[in-house]
Structure formats: structure tokens, C-alpha cells
């Protein structure tokens, strides 16, 4: 199925989705007209709370604007176009002229009271009054809608039949633009002979994009069109279909239960199924790459729902299969689609279709790469954490755009995991000597999926890879000067030699060792014990490198240089874990500097 196909499923389940030719839109107030077309009053529908939400409401949808032509909409607008507002204060405002006589047009012959007192008051609307219902300084930008009173507003004039009845037959006149009417075509993702759109509405909410919306399908310039096809014609998209899956993507774009943001990349997902299988598997997803649920929602969770989420995404995480735990949900069809900003247009960075079962099971492959001891402080972080530590300076803006998109796709697939991810990880640990759990794991998943090898989870005092040994000897290194000179370091020889020491070790090791001597003399003087604990593990490592003049290569590989850092990793926390008081000869050599 291509992902417009499964996007038009999807608008098929939405329990609330607007009918073909309705769009769901932030209105604001209506305006209640008398039977001669006068204004009786101007009602605020916003929530009477300090937010001032405006009202979610099913209303015609919305032609696309841009450029310089006015195109209302039918019966409903934001102020400038329903009542005037910007005409007031600039006479070469032509939008509220263009909402008048689109209407007359359309309008002035139907027979409806409602219709009839609609058309009147256009016909008399001054958009000076603006001025008597609204303060020009702050006018509000939510819709405007409209209602008789004779109805005492309980029916709002979208809402009445007849209007309803004309917009279902006239909405493809009201909205051909400059004369150019929709052709009929065989449409791609139908199959029905139906009339094309032209143009695809906008898709928004994704993350950078253009507040008014990015074009997914767009064939704006001549470059991009052929065989003499104008617009939509390139790929013919029936009016309904493409009604229907800009709907269900704008949709799930503004549910956060629908979506979570991987750097740049905004993903959604949704499946295929049942109401409460879908709720189950939307839920679990979530969990896996963002915060959702949360500890404390494990902890406090009261509803039996959630708790039995909240059980499946722990048994799901120690690696128990889908199956035994909630079988309904393997074989239910499963879509993620990642979408980026790109200029006026949506870039699509990956769309992935399968099963729920396969995606746990990838999932599940992913955790078994990343795992690691010790593990970051708070249990499995989301996607969005690993990212940040690729960021310079930390900041989830600068997360390089491309690794995002690309990691999550093999993370989804099961694929080799981009190499780009990987040197940006080597890079930024070279740069500030950072080491943590979260770089620690991003090295040892590419060094188990990508390059086969066998990294070790845990501390490995017998793992005989060069890499690991010095990266080993270089925390040890390090953990002497702290024990000498204590915390008050102003650069510590991590400072200064962690890059150099991961890649050309040779030109380091003997500078390192040469200044661990005078911090073993310090060290002596007021900790022997502590200093003989220290030299006995150097020795206990040194004692790994193979035999010869020197044992310490010229330069290290990018794969070493993995290895390098997760042995640093590993030896560095082994100094500071707990002492285990219930089994002293399992204490680590040396107790952590308070």
C-alpha cells in the first residue's frame, strides 16, 4: 500500500473526521443576523476561561491561498475577509469585496430565509462598523461564522440544510480558480474516473515548516511538470482522495498521540485496526521513542488501561515477544511516516509499513544494541536524548538534520544503522571528551549491528581489543591524577588528550604514563594503599597489550576508536559505583571521590 493509499484508510476510521469538502477550523464568533440583513449581535464562541480557546468547528473547507487574489471561503471567514476589517484601514483591501460578490453570486437566488438575510447584509454591511463590535488595536484572528435570528442562533447558517445541499453541489464551481475547473481522470490511489485535484491542500504542523503549511504533492513551476500535464494532472489525485488524506495527516499532525519528534523529523504513526487495538498499539509506540508513559504514570497509573500498557512496555523492553504478551496486537498493520521541512515543501525522510509484531521485534533489536551497565540514570531514554548529545552545544535545534531521519528509518527496519550517525557520535566525543552512557551506547549499537563485532555491555577486564585495552589505561590514567591533585583540576589530562589519545595513541601513552609517575609520588605520601590498589590495575591491563618494542599503535581505527571509548566508559564507572557491603570482595578497587 503507498503511503497516500494508507493515509486514506486512515481518514476512513477517524471516528471525527470532517465529510469531503469540510474542514475542522478554529472559529472564534458568529455573527447573528435579523431577517432585513441587520446585525443583532456578534457572539464570542471562545472558551470563557483565561486561554480564550476558540471553538473547534466542522465548517467548508478552505480554498488554497497564495499570492495576491482574494479567495473567501463560503460562509465563514477570519474578520478581514467576513466582515471588513482590514478595508477599514486600507481602502486597497479587496478581500471583503471579494467574500460580497462571491456570495451574491452563489447565493442570491436560493430560496432559504437564512440565504436571503445572509446576502442582505452583505448588501449593507458598512466595514467601518468593525469599529462598534471589535477594538481595531487587537482584533482577533479566529473565524467568523453566521446564524439568523430567528433560530436564536441554534443553527448556524453552515449548518442548514439547504446551504449544505449547495455547497455539496456547487462547492467544485465555487472553488475553480480563474476558470480552470478540475478535469476528470483515472485516479491513482481510487482507481475511480473522478475529477483531479488541482492543487493539494496544506499539511501543517510539521516542526520548521511554514506556519501556513508545506505542499506534500506540488507541481507549481514548469520544471517540475511534462507530457504537457498542468498542476495535478502530473499525478492524478481525485478531489475526495486528496480531500481525504490531507485530512487525516493534518490530523494526526496535531495529535500528540499521533506523533513525536525525532530531531528535525516530525513522525507520525497510526495502525490499521480496531479502535482499542489501535489506542493499545498507538500508545505502546509512543513509549518506545518519546516519554510516554512516564514513570510516575507506571507508578500511579490508576485506570487498568493504562496500567496494562504501562505492564506491556516494561515486559516489551526486558524482551519478551509480543505474542505472550498481547497477541491481538502482532499481526495488526503498523504505518510510521517521517516528515521535514524543505523550503515550501515536505520532505518525506522515511515511511515504513508493517506489522505491530515486526516493529517490536525490531524495537526490541534496538534496545539489545544499546544496551549497556551502567545504564543512563533514568531507565530507557526517548530517541530524542540519544540525539541531543550529537547537538553542539546540547541544543535540540542543531541536531545534525539528516542522522535524525536516517537512524530512525534503521531503527524501524532493522537496517544497518547510517555511518553518519556513527563518525558524528566519534566527532563530538573528540571535541569536548565527553563520555557518557548515552555516546557510550550509540558507539557499542553501530559496532554490534554495522561492523558485527562483539562490544562488551559491561566492564571486560579480559577483552583483549587494543582499543578497549587503552581506553581502559586511559581512564586509569586519569583516575590517578584525580586521586593525587583531587577535583580542582582546571584541565584534566581528559582535557587535554582524550581526542589524540583515540586516535594516535602512540604520540600520547608515553606522556600520560611519564606524568602518572609524579602523581603516584604525590599519591603515596598520603594514600599508599589506595596508590598500590591503582598501580596493580595498571599493570593488570598493561599486562593485555601484545608483547613487543611497543605495544601501542600509531593510530586507532574508527571501529578502535569505539571500542576506545566504551572501555574508558566502562573502566570510569567501575571507579565510582557503589561498594557492595553485602559482598566486600566484589568492591571495586578504589571508592569514589566524594
Known amino acids: 500500500m503507498s503511503l497516500l493509499s494508507a493515509l486514506v484508510a486512515a481518514y476512513d476510521r477517524l471516528p471525527d473526521a470532517p465529510p469531503f469538502g469540510y474542514s475542522t477550523e478554529k472559529i472564534g464568533f458568529c455573527v447573528i443576523l435579523n431577517a432585513d440583513g441587520s446585525v443583532a449581535e456578534i457572539i464570542d464562541l471562545r472558551s470563557a476561561d483565561n486561554q480564550r480557546s476558540p471553538r473547534m468547528m466542522q465548517v467548508p473547507a478552505s480554498p488554497k491561498r497564495s499570492g495576491s487574489t482574494p479567495r473567501p471561503n463560503f460562509v465563514w471567514d477570519n474578520l478581514n475577509y467576513a466582515l471588513g476589517a482590514g478595508k477599514s484601514r486600507n481602502s486597497d483591501d479587496l478581500r471583503f469585496d471579494a467574500f460580497k460578490a462571491k456570495h451574491l453570486e452563489f447565493l442570491r437566488d436560493l430560496k432559504s430565509e437564512d440565504a436571503q438575510a445572509f446576502c442582505r447584509f452583505l448588501e449593507t454591511w458598512n466595514p467601518e462598523s468593525v469599529a462598534s463590535h471589535f477594538d481595531l488595536e487587537k482584533l482577533p484572528t479566529e473565524g467568523i461564522i453566521f446564524a439568523s435570528a430567528s433560530n436564536a442562533g441554534k443553527t448556524f447558517l453552515h449548518e442548514v440544510p439547504e446551504i449544505r445541499a449547495f455547497w455539496a453541489s456547487e462547492g467544485d464551481r465555487w472553488k475553480a480558480i480563474e476558470g480552470k475547473s478540475s478535469s476528470n481522470a483515472t485516479c491513482l490511489l481510487t482507481g475511480n474516473r473522478s475529477p483531479i485535484a488541482r492543487t493539494h491542500p496544506p499539511i501543517k504542523g510539521v516542526w520548521g515548516a511554514q506556519v501556513a503549511g508545506a505542499a506534500l504533492v506540488s507541481f507549481n513551476a514548469d520544471a517540475y511538470e ?9 499525478a492524478p489525485i481525485s478531489e475526495a482522495a486528496t480531500f481525504a488524506y490531507t485530512t487525516a495527516l493534518n490530523r494526526f499532525l496535531a495529535d500528540k498521540a499521533h506523533r513525536v519528534q525525532i530531531g528535525d523529523t516530525s513522525a507520525i504513526f497510526w495502525a490499521d485496526a480496531s479502535s482499542v487495538q489501535a489506542l493499545a498499539a498507538e500508545s505502546l509506540f509512543a513509549g518506545f521513542f518519546d516519554e510516554r508513559p512516564s514513570k510516575e504514570d507506571i507508578i500511579n497509573a490508576e485506570v ?35 516528515l521535514a521541512p524543505n523550503a515550501a515543501r515536505l520532505s518525506v525522510r522515511f515511511y515504513w509499513e508493517s506489522s505491530f509484531g515486526q516493529l517490536v521485534q525490531n524495537y526490541q533489536r534496538y534496545l ?8 543512563p540514570r533514568d531507565g530507557w531514554p526517548p530517541l530524542w536524548r540519544y540525539l541531543v548529545e550529537l547537538a553542539v552545544q546540547g541544543k535540540r535545534e542543531n541536531v545534525p538534520p539528516l542522522v535524525a531521519g536516517e537512524w530512525m528509518r534503521a531503527i524501524l527496519t532493522g537496517a544497518r544503522y547510517p555511518m553518519t550517525f556513527f563518525s558524528t557520535t566519534l566527532m563530538r566525543i573528540r571535541s569536548d571528551g565527553e563520555v557518557n552512557a548515552y555516546r557510550a551506547a550509540m558507539l557499542k549499537s553501530v559496532l554490534t549491528r554495522n561492523f558485527s563485532m562483539e562490544a562488551p555491555v559491561a566492564l571486560d577486564p579480559a577483552n583483549l581489543n587494543k582499543g578497549y585495552i587503552l581506553g581502559r589505561l586511559f581512564a586509569v590514567y586519569e583516575e590517578v591524577q584525580r586521586s593525587a591533585l583531587g577535583g580542582n583540576v582546571n584541565a584534566t589530562i581528559k582535557d587535554k588528550f582524550y581526542g589524540s589519545a583515540s586516535a594516535t595513541p602512540q604520540k600520547v601513552f ?33 599486562d593485555l597489550m601484545e608483547p613487543g618494542n611497543d605495544p601501542i599503535p600509531a593510530s586507532l581505527s574508527a571501529a578502535e576508536q569505539a571500542l576506545f571509548g566504551i572501555g574508558y566508559y566502562h573502566q570510569r564507572s567501575d571507579f565510582f559505583r557503589k561498594r557492595d557491603e553485602a559482598n566486600p570482595a566484589e568492591a571495586p578497587l578504589t571508592e569514589a571521590i566524594e
Open 226 to 234: 511534462s507530457y504537457g500535464h498542468e498542476q495535478g494532472n502530473n
Open 510 to 542: 608515553r606522556t600520560l604514563d611519564a606524568g602518572s609517575q609524579n602523581h603516584f609520588s604525590k599519591l603515596r605520601k598520603f594514600s599508599p594503599g589506595r596508590a598500590v590498589n591503582l598501580e596493580k590495575l595498571l599493570t593488570s591491563i598493561t
Open 304 to 338: 487498568p488501561a493504562t496500567r496494562k500498557i504501562a505492564g506491556a512496555l516494561e515486559a516489551i523492553r526486558a524482551g519478551v515477544p509480543i505474542a505472550r504478551i498481547l497477541p491481538d496486537l502482532g499481526p495488526v498493520r503498523f504505518h510510521v511516516l517521517g
Open 368 to 375: 539489545d544494541d544499546m544496551r549497556l551497565e551502567p545504564p
